[in-house]
C-alpha cells in the first residue's frame, strides 16, 4: 500500500504525512502551507491552482481576480492587462 501525503506535499515524511520533503505545484516553501505568487487557494479541494497569466496575485483564476499585477502589465488590480510592447 502507498504511502499518501497531506495534498499540500507533493513527496512527505515517511512517518508524519504532514511534513512536506517537496511542495505540490502551487505551493510554497518552507512549510508548504501559502500558495506561491502565480497561484490561489481553491478552497473547494485545498490545492493552488493557476492565476490568470496577468496577475502576480490573485483570489481566483479569472483576469478580473487580481491582487496584484504580473510583469509587463500596464494597470492596477483588479484586472490587470497585457503591457503590448512587451506581451500581446
Same mark, same amino acid.
Given at each position: 500500500?502507498?504511502?499518501?501525503? #497531506?495534498?499540500?506535499?507533493? /513527496?512527505?515524511?515517511?512517518?508524519? !504525512?504532514? /511534513?512536506? /520533503?517537496?511542495? %505540490?505545484?502551487?505551493? !510554497?516553501?518552507?512549510?508548504?502551507?501559502?500558495?506561491?505568487? *502565480?497561484f490561489y487557494l481553491d478552497t473547494t479541494d485545498g490545492l493552488c491552482k493557476a492565476?490568470?497569466?496577468?496577475?502576480?496575485?490573485?483570489? #481566483?483564476?479569472? !483576469?478580473? *481576480? =487580481?491582487?496584484?499585477?504580473?510583469? %509587463?502589465? %500596464?494597470?492596477?488590480?483588479?484586472?490587470?492587462?497585457? %503591457? =503590448?510592447? =512587451?506581451a500581446c
Open positions: 500500500m502507498g504511502h499518501i501525503c #497531506n495534498v499540500k506535499c507533493q /513527496i512527505c515524511d515517511y512517518f508524519n !504525512a504532514n /511534513i512536506c /520533503i517537496n511542495c %505540490n505545484t502551487g505551493r !510554497a516553501a518552507p512549510n508548504c502551507d501559502v500558495c506561491a505568487d *502565480g492565476c490568470d497569466v496577468t496577475c502576480k496575485k490573485c483570489v #481566483n483564476g479569472t !483576469a478580473s *481576480g =487580481c491582487t496584484e499585477c504580473g510583469l %509587463n502589465t %500596464n494597470s492596477t488590480p483588479p484586472i490587470c492587462t497585457p %503591457n =503590448c510592447s =512587451c
